[in-house]
Structures are given as structure tokens and as C-alpha cells.
């Protein structure tokens, strides 16, 4: 029996969300140079998002870069852009025939101009599109995303649009890159780290974690498959007490 069939199609997390972690390592095993790991971690990409696709996931976010990538070796982030560019534009087509719908979080606008074009054409080309969502967080650091909500708020009570009792956690989640998504309840971590590294950190809060050793370039479908299955292991509680789970209270 393989991985997939074990998973309980019913209980498949709603939103997974992976921190593609290990590409430079895994290059500099292979004695390459570490951009040859971000080349061949697309491969990866590819095998998430149909593992995905089996089993029924609705959001899948991945981060691909964050603000803090900025401060890598200028050829590395260069050849991390070019890369960028050219897999969504060789890929776009077939993401729109497999019905994917690309979203976009972070500081878009920040990025090189042919990068943020290239991204909002692929999200204008498959906005209608009903299958898996692929949430790509490109430039994106969640203590951005939530001081820039939290000025978005304060604009709006200094000039008197809201008082103090309609800032709510609802009110939070409207003004953060990923208003309009459901919160992650599985967030994988491959390359044997264990911390989010700025990512989601609201989101986060009733997410369970995946942490794997594999690199993010020897990550596959079956690795994917495991982390659900992981998962549905556990029991999600929400502070309750495990005799409460089902019940009224």
C-alpha cells in the first residue's frame, strides 16, 4: 500500500504551507556551486504540488524568498531572480491547464520589475482557476506583514474610520498579505531545522509542525505524504482537554 493511500482524504489539512529549506547544503555536498540547489529544489515544487493535487490540499504556500534573503551574495539573489522569472514563465502554462490559481504574499512591488510582472501576469492568467492554490511568499517576512497591518489600522482609527472595539483578530487577519486564505494547519520544514524564520508567525498560531531532515531538492512526493500522515497522528485540541473534542461546551 502505498503513502497516499493511508491518508484519511476527510481529516487532509485545508492549507500547507512549506518552508523549502537545504538547497545551498545539498549543492555544496555535490560539490556545486549553491545556486545549482535552488535549480534543482523547482523539481521539488513540482512534486509538492501534486502531491497536493492527489490528495485533495486547497492552499499550498510556499516560501520561496524572504526579506532577509537580501543579505545573501549578490550572485546568489541575482541568480535566484533569474530563476524565479523563468520558471514561472515556463511554467504558467501548465499551472493554468492543471486549474492551479497562483496567489502571491509579501512585499511584491520590492522585487526587480520584471520578476513582479512576471508574478502578476501569472496570477492575472489563472485567477479564475478552481483547483490547488499555490500561495507563493516572495519577499515576504511576517513581521513586515504585521507592522505594516498594524499601521493600516492606526491610520484608520487616527482618522476615525474605526474605534477601539472593532479591532478585532478578524480585523487583523483583513489587513495582512493573506487576507482572503485560511490559516496553514500544517507547516512542513525540510533540512532538519527547527524554527519558522519569520514566516506566518500569526498565521501560525494553531499550526502544527513538520520537521523534516530531508534538503528541500531531495524532497518528494512521498516526504510530503509523511507529513500528513504525521498530522492526522496528533490530536488538535484548541485548549480543550481531549474528552471535550467532539462535545459542546
Known amino acids: 500500500m502505498t503513502l497516499a493511500a493511508n491518508i484519511n482524504r476527510e481529516t ?15 549543492a555544496q555536498s555535490q560539490g556545486q556551486e549553491r545556486l545549482i540547489g535552488h535549480h534543482t529544489g523547482v523539481e521539488s515544487v513540482r512534486e509538492a504540488l501534486k502531491a497536493a493535487q492527489e490528495v485533495g490540499v486547497k492552499f499550498l504556500t510556499l516560501y520561496a524568498f524572504s526579506m532577509e534573503n537580501w543579505n545573501r ?82 491610520s484608520e482609527y487616527a482618522k476615525g474610520n474605526i474605534n477601539l472595539d472593532d479591532i478585532t483578530s478578524e480585523k487583523i487577519d483583513q489587513v495582512l498579505s493573506t487576507s482572503g486564505i485560511p490559516d496553514p494547519e500544517l507547516i512542513i520544514r525540510t533540512s532538519g531545522e ?13 499550526a502544527e509542525l513538520h520537521f523534516t531532515e530531508v534538503l528541500w531538492p531531495d524532497f518528494k512526493q512521498d516526504d510530503f505524504f509523511r507529513a500528513i500522515l504525521d498530522y492526522q497522528s496528533r490530536e488538535r485540541r484548541f485548549g480543550k482537554v481531549s474528552e471535550q473534542l467532539g462535545k459542546d461546551v
Request: with cysteine; charged share 25%; aromatic share 6%.
Open 73 to 154: 551574495p549578490k550572485k546568489e539573489v541575482e541568480g535566484l531572480m533569474d530563476l524565479l522569472v523563468r520558471t514561472i514563465a515556463g511554467e504558467v502554462d501548465e499551472l493554468d491547464a492543471s486549474n492551479v490559481r497562483i496567489h502571491t504574499i509579501g512585499d511584491i512591488d520590492g522585487l526587480p520589475n520584471n520578476c513582479s510582472d512576471e508574478m502578476a501576469a501569472a496570477c492575472e492568467r489563472t485567477r479564475n482557476n478552481s483547483g490547488v492554490n499555490l500561495v507563493l511568499a516572495l519577499n515576504y517576512s511576517a513581521k513586515w506583514e504585521i507592522l505594516k497591518g498594524v499601521k493600516s489600522i492606526a
Open 194 to 206: 527547527h524554527r519558522l524564520s519569520n514566516f506566518l508567525l500569526w498565521q501560525a498560531a494553531y
Open 12 to 26: 487532509v489539512p485545508k492549507h500547507i504551507a512549506i518552508i523549502m529549506d537545504g538547497n545551498g547544503r545539498w
